[in-house]
């Protein structure tokens, strides 16, 4: 579909990241504090704005993971511009400029409302699973396996995240487990990274993401020994559906289902180990 007249889509600039995040803000998505800025800064050309002479109209997010993976991420349009077929315009845009940015035959994911689905089955995306949104309030627990992790610990982190998230992420990984308000922890067992993961603040509470584990045991410890750092406050955790042992240990909590979204892909699914994810990382960012 051609853009109408007047409009433009182009890069995006650090001041247009500041104010998707307001919009996502206002329609009560709760982004974390620093998602968006923290992603721009390791890749730039991932942002996408839709203007409208010089005013910002919509935007999205397509990142590439060393061109071996491809994320269509955050994608919103200003409620004024809504209806005229923008949207559609701007997603087929992102889609297939994401392809070229990739080596061939890599896959794209994303994560997507319900009601959205069809639409994306059509622009050649499958369902693969639904991702459920758990929030309510943290309760920590202290645990002698759990520990802080520090920049000391990046490469066994990154050792242990490879095989489960399956694609190439470290520059990602790093930021993100250092962002600004945020903590990341650990368990070891004999020495060894057995499960971790890491929670950010939002505009209300934080959200944990990722939390990797062997075992829910594991995945107990280590998500609590993140809450101890915000108890009482609001946590959001969002689970791969097909994990009954993650479902079970948020309802257990306490936390109550209100969110959810279906990962699609556009080629090959990944085969993710989602026993051993009991968050994922970032519904915008895979």
């Known amino acids: 579909m051609e853009l109408p007249e007047g409009y433009v889509i182009e890069p995006m600039t650090a001041a247009d990241v500041d104010v998707l995040r ?11 504090l620093n998602d968006l800025r923290l992603v721009w800064d390791l890749a730039p050309a991932s942002f996408v ?10 935007g999205g997010s397509i990142l590439s993971y060393e061109g071996a993976f491809g994320f269509m991420g955050l994608f919103i349009l200003r409620a004024d511009e809504r209806g005229k077929g923008l949207g559609t ?12 940015r990739l080596k061939p035959g890599a896959s794209i994911a994303m ?19 639904q991702v459920l949104r758990y929030q309510g309030t943290a309760q920590g627990s202290d645990t002698k396996d759990v520990s802080a992790l520090t920049q000391a610990d990046f490469e066994d982190i990154d050792a242990y995240d490879r095989p489960i998230a399956q694609v190439p992420r ?29 929670a950010r603040p939002c505009d209300t509470g934080f959200k944990i993401g990722p939390l990797f584990a062997d075992s829910p045991e594991i995945a107990a410890k280590v998500g609590q020994g993140l809450m101890r750092n915000f ?33 699609l892909y556009l080629g090959p699914a990944l085969d993710l180990p989602l026993s051993q994810i009991f968050s994922v990382t970032s519904l915008e960012f895979g």
Request: proline share 5%.
């Open 89 to 100: 315009a701007l997603w087929h845009w992102r889609r297939d400029t994401l392809r070229r």
């Open 231 to 263: 108890e009482e406050q609001q946590v959001q955790i969002d689970v791969p559906e097909p994990n009954a042992a993650g479902i079970a240990w948020v309802t257990d909590l306490g936390l109550e289902k209100v969110f959810g979204c279906t990962r």
């Open 111 to 129: 994560d997507g409302v319900f009601e959205m689905v069809p639409f994306y089955q059509r622009g050649g995306f499958e369902p693969a699973y």
């Open 170 to 198: 470290a520059a990602f990984l790093r930021r993100w487990l250092t962002q600004p308000g945020g903590f990341a922890v650990g368990c070891r067992q004999n020495g060894a990274l057995v499960g971790y993961g890491a």
């Open 22 to 32: 307001g919009w996502a803000a206002s329609e009560g998505w709760n982004p974390g």
């Open 49 to 58: 704005a839709l203007r409208k002479g010089d005013a910002l109209v919509g």
